[in-house]
C-alpha cells in the first residue's frame, strides 16, 4: 500500500488547512488509519485516528480543532484542521495499520505563522 498526503502549505494562526491521504489501492474500512505529525526536533506525535469511519480519536492538543474523515469510495483520508495555531507546526504524516504492518505516507509540511 502507497500513501500519498497533500494538503500543507503556509496559513496564518487561526487559519484553516484540511489535508489528504490517497492509499493507492482499496483499503478496508476496518483498518486503522491516522494522522501523525512531527515538529522539528520533537518526536513524531499522534495527531488522530479511526477505524470504519467511525469512533475517532484525538491527541488532546487538537481536540474540538482537528477533524479526521475517510471517504472509503475514494480510499483517501482526510484531516481538517481549523483554528491552527504556530504549535500546530510540523510535518503531517499519515498511517494505515494493513494486516499488522504499517504504512506511511511521506508527509506534508504544515507552517502555521504567528
Known amino acids: 500500500v502507497q500513501l500519498q498526503a497533500s494538503g500543507g502549505g503556509l496559513v496564518q494562526a487561526g487559519g484553516s488547512l484540511r489535508l489528504s491521504c490517497a492509499a493507492s489501492?482499496?483499503?478496508?474500512?476496518?483498518?486503522?488509519m491516522g494522522w501523525y505529525r512531527q515538529a522539528p526536533g520533537k518526536q513524531r506525535e499522534f495527531v488522530a485516528s479511526?477505524?470504519?469511519?467511525?469512533?475517532?480519536n484525538y491527541a488532546d492538543s487538537v481536540q474540538g480543532r482537528f477533524t479526521i474523515s475517510r471517504d472509503n469510495a475514494k480510499n483517501t483520508l482526510y484531516l481538517q484542521m481549523n483554528s491552527l495555531k504556530p504549535d500546530d507546526t510540523a510535518v503531517y504524516y499519515c498511517?494505515?495499520?494493513?494486516?499488522?504492518?504499517?504504512?506511511w505516507g511521506q508527509g506534508t509540511l504544515v507552517t502555521v505563522s504567528s
Open positions: 498511517k494505515a495499520n494493513v494486516q499488522s504492518v504499517e504504512y
Open positions: 489501492r482499496t483499503i478496508h474500512s476496518s483498518v486503522v
Open positions: 479511526m477505524r470504519s469511519g467511525r469512533d475517532p
